[in-house]
């Protein structure tokens, strides 16, 4: 994920982070699984694609706490 990237994250809405996520996880899912079957041809995908997953939790996490703030307040 580009530096672009990780700052459009932050204007995405909830339902579009969580549609990335799902993404992210089946591409993580498929790549390990070509790893593990010898197929990989650039074994450091598996680390770029766990770093954009953590990048999409956390920016996720932020807009939900956020969000219950702004609701009790």
């Known amino acids: 994920m580009k530096s ?3 700052r459009e994250l932050q204007t995405k809405e909830l339902a579009e982070l969580q549609q ?3 993404e992210l996880e089946t591409k993580l899912v498929k790549v390990r699984l070509e790893r ?3 197929k990989l041809d650039n074994p450091a995908q598996v680390k770029m694609l766990t770093n954009d997953v ?3 939790k956390t920016v996720l996490r932020a807009k ?3 969000q219950k703030v702004s609701t009790k307040a």
């Open 54 to 56: 953590a990048r999409v």
């Open 20 to 22: 990335q996520l799902r």
């Open 36 to 38: 593990s079957a010898g």
């Open 64 to 66: 939900e706490l956020t």
């Open 4 to 6: 672009n990237d990780i």
